[in-house]
């Protein structure tokens, strides 16, 4: 009697894989397809939102009411929330601080440049910085969302000299994209100056000899930080011949000589603008090269 209810139960199982495998392909049921994960749909609401920031900012341009200053700060305070839910929840997919590949890399510096905004902003009176820094971090969270974000490979115990060694590297190459913003305010304050457009975009402006003075003090910044993170790779003792410490080095000695061309005053603000513009493109393609390597 069992055996004819088995028999019963395998025939009923083989009807119903008949049925569902001849039912049409549209009255399926299948789960519904993840497009995003959690982490990237929190990168996308950042996203966003500072391009939200670019928005508000032009239309406050446009219409003279710059001075309320209120939308703009809570525009890349909510982003920066954002960026901030990102790292953490992206460091719980992978069991660790999120920066072993291309498209992390590029949110952590992004995320690095909003806390310098906050932090150097109001110290150096550069009240248009959010304008010119929100859509660089947009593009750099649009790079990163592009390339995706791949699960990492299984590692043994994490070394926190080494987790440290490698966010002061990029909260210092955030530094170095500061000042390059900075030194693009520079360039189109002294163009504007050239051709006589003085307008609503002007009158924001900080004194152009107050952004020369930001784009120094932010390249400091950048190589006192950089110089902390490779005093830690010796205490690491990781090989010279890596190639993160070399392209490391290499991006050191640039911003090395930039700092003793300013301090000397071998160059002037326009062309230490143009150094601290051209100069963050070494540290900027390195990123991909190391992490290549």
Not at 15 to 22: E, K, Q
Not at 135 to 158: D, E, N, Q, T, W
Request: proline share 5%; hydrophobic share 55%.
């Amino acid at each position: 009697m069992e055996e004819m209810r088995g028999c019963a139960s395998d025939g009923n199982i083989a009807a119903r894989i008949a049925f569902t495998l001849a039912k049409p392909t549209h009255d399926r049921e299948y789960p519904p397809p993840v497009f995003m994960t959690p982490a990237q749909q929190l990168l996308l609401a950042a996203t966003l939102t500072f391009v939200g920031a670019v928005v508000q900012a032009l239309l406050a341009l446009k219409s003279g009411a710059w001075k309320e200053r209120r939308a703009r700060v809570v525009f890349m305070a909510l982003g920066f929330a954002l960026q901030t839910g990102f790292i953490y929840v992206r460091g719980e997919e992978v069991g660790q601080c999120p920066m072993k590949s291309l498209p992390d890399i590029l949110v952590f510096i992004a995320w690095s440049i909003v806390l310098l905004y906050f932090l150097v902003g109001s110290a150096f009176r550069l009240s248009l910085l959010g304008l010119f820094t929100a859509p660089l971090v947009s593009i750099m969270h649009i790079l990163a969302l592009i390339g995706g974000f791949a699960p990492y490979p299984p590692r043994g115990k994490i070394n926190a000299l080494i987790e440290l060694h490698a966010a002061v590297a990029l909260i210092a190459y955030a530094a170095f994209a500061l000042a390059c913003i900075t030194g693009v305010m520079y360039l189109v304050q002294e163009r504007m100056l050239k051709r006589h457009q003085i307008g609503g975009l002007f009158y924001q402006l900080p004194p152009i000899q107050g952004l020369a003075s930001a784009i120094q003090r932010l390249v400091r910044l950048g190589l006192l930080l950089l110089s902390v993170s490779l005093g830690i790779s010796f205490a690491l003792h990781t090989s010279v011949s890596n190639p993160k410490i070399v392209f490391s080095w290499v991006v050191w000695g640039l911003y090395a000589v930039i700092t003793i061309l300013m301090w000397k005053h071998f160059t002037s603000p326009r062309k230490t603008a143009w150094l601290a513009v051209i100069g963050f493109i070494l540290p900027f393609i390195s990123l991909w090269i190391v992490t290549h390597a």
